[in-house]
T-cell receptor, first 114, second 111 residues
Framework: NAGVTQTPKFQVLKTGQSMTLQCAQD?????MSWYRQDPGMGLRLIHY???????DQGEVPNGYNVSRSTTEDFPLRLLSAAPSQTSVYFC?????????????FGPGTRLTVL | GESVGLHLPTLSVQEGDNSIINCAYS??????FIWYKQESGKGPQFIID?????DKRQGQRVTVLLNKTVKHLSLQIAATQPGDSAVYFC??????????FGKGTRLHILP
């Protein structure tokens, strides 16, 4: 099993550009989520999905869109990048909701918005 | 990554000694707690968890202690090794099924 994979590993954008961060898991997990991590802070939840076709907002959803058309994939879209979105982005998955279920994290995407 | 962990509290421990990392959690309704390890340039990795109906849980070289009275969580690492060098996060979850992460502590191993 590859676990949770993320692409790209690094990305530089200009303000106003859009892009999609890819996330895939091969563990047949129902629950997937996106977090951002800023210096000196813990991870903050952006969006999550409890299964294919179902998504919901987390703590910091503004400026991001998600969709879940398959169990395996959970892409994160930045609609119009802003410098405040410079961060490291982590995708995670678990068998079911993260309470009582181990979350597996991807290696992260480091995004810089100029 | 190298930018993660700036301004984090740091614990320096001699190799071979025991490490104790502390965490204060915020929500008295939280009933599930997790410790994660994050090495430089990698995603967080699950270490150990504990439910609120327990006050102690042991894993391989790690022990988590939960004190609900003062909302305090600790992670003990026995016989600390160079590979334990990382940032450690505590996290909590409750009825809303969302994980709230703490800010993290950097563990530095002295040779």
């Amino acid at each position: 099993n590859a676990g949770v994979t993320q692409t790209p590993k690094f990305q530089v954008l200009k303000t106003g550009q859009s892009m999609t961060l890819q996330c895939a898991q091969d563990m047949n997990h129902e629950y997937m989520s996106w977090y951002r991590q800023d210096p000196g802070m813990g991870l903050r939840l952006i969006h999550y999905s409890v299964g294919a076709g179902i998504t919901d907002q987390g703590e910091v959803p503004n400026g991001y869109n998600v969709s879940r058309s398959t169990t395996e994939d959970f892409p994160l879209r930045l609609l119009s990048a802003a410098p405040s979105q410079t961060s490291v982005y982590f995708c995670a998955s678990s068998l079911a909701g993260p309470t009582y279920n181990e979350q597996f994290f991807g290696p992260g995407t480091r995004l810089t918005v100029l | 990554g190298e930018s993660v962990g700036l301004h984090l509290p740091t614990l320096s421990v001699q190799e071979g000694d025991n490490s104790i990392i502390n965490c204060a959690y915020s929500n008295s309704a939280s009933d599930y707690f997790i410790w994660y390890k994050q090495e430089s340039g990698k995603g967080p990795q699950f270490i150990i968890d504990i439910r609120s109906n327990m006050d102690k849980r042991q894993g391989q070289r790690v022990t988590v202690l939960l004190n609900k009275t003062v909302k305090h969580l600790s992670l003990q690492i026995a016989a600390t090794q160079p590979g334990d060098s990382a940032v450690y996060f505590c996290a909590e979850s409750g009825a809303n099924d969302k994980i709230i992460f703490g800010k993290g502590t950097r563990l530095h191993i002295l040779p």
